[in-house]
T-cell receptor, first 112, second 114 residues
Framework: ETGVTQTPRHLVMGMTNKKSLKCEQH?????MYWYKQSAKKPLELMFV???????ENNSVPSRFSPECPNSSHLFLHLHTLQPEDSALYLC???????????FGPGTRLLVL | QKEVEQNSGPLSVPEGAIASLNCTYS??????FFWYRQYSGKSPELIMF????GDKEDGRFTAQLNKASQYVSLLIRDSQPSDSATYLC??????????????FGKGTLLTVNP
């Protein structure tokens, strides 16, 4: 696997729960990303952080709240999700200027 | 809206054949192009990237880019059953506030039959 890890790998939650996804990269990169991958749809970019600052919010509902405490860690806080939010959530990182993004293994989320 | 189009497949080829995967994009100013492979239940992994018109070869893989036609392809020579996966085309958006944004296609499912 790449130098990007994600936990948990699988998550089942009810619509009233609050949970967090964690991503950590060991590649020395300064840009980190959250993507959503649903069946039969392209990868959807959710958020971009560059040097800990959020540089992109792709019209994501407020029930998804990102946090980037440093360049190596990225969180996605989840609350009052809907069943249609069930998907694979992927974290990626890159070095600004080099563009190539490396993905973590993903968190498979099921919202009941 | 910037779009990346791929034939969803499935594309089925016999073992040892050449698999040809195609991708078109709408943003004429796009500058960087990436091919990722995604096995079922796994995350995407980078295979190749290409910036300049023409061919770029890496082992059994060749990426081809034609900016005039807004077309990028991936050729896999001597296809193996282990190449069976979904192949994602990704395009870097053109400058501005999207400096780090990649737009992905839906992917093409490739099946290599023994």
């Amino acid at each position: 696997e790449t130098g990007v890890t994600q936990t948990p790998r699988h998550l089942v939650m009810g619509m009233t729960n609050k949970k967090s996804l964690k991503c950590e990269q060991h590649l020395g990169h300064n840009a980190m990303y959250w993507y959503k991958q649903s069946a039969k749809k392209p990868l959807e970019l959710m958020f971009v952080y560059n040097f800990k600052e959020q540089t992109e919010n792709n019209s994501v509902p407020s029930r998804f709240s990102p946090e980037c405490p440093n360049s190596s860690h990225l969180f996605l806080h989840l609350h009052t999700l809907q069943p249609e939010d069930s998907a694979l959530y992927l974290c990626a990182s890159s070095q600004p200027g080099l563009e190539t993004q490396y993905f973590g293994p993903g968190t498979r989320l099921l919202v009941l | 809206q910037k779009e990346v189009e791929q034939n969803s497949g499935p594309l089925s080829v016999p073992e040892g054949a050449i698999a040809s995967l195609n991708c078109t994009y709408s943003d004429r100013g796009s500058q960087s192009f990436f091919w990722y492979r995604q096995y079922s239940g796994k995350s995407p992994e980078l295979i190749m990237f290409i910036y300049s018109n023409g061919d770029k070869e890496d082992g059994r893989f060749t990426a081809q880019l034609n900016k005039a036609s807004q077309y990028v392809s991936l050729l896999i020579r001597d296809s193996q059953p282990s190449d069976s996966a979904t192949y994602l085309c990704a395009v870097k958006a053109n400058s501005g506030g999207s400096n780090y944004k990649l737009t992905f296609g839906k992917g093409t499912l490739l099946t290599v039959n023994p």
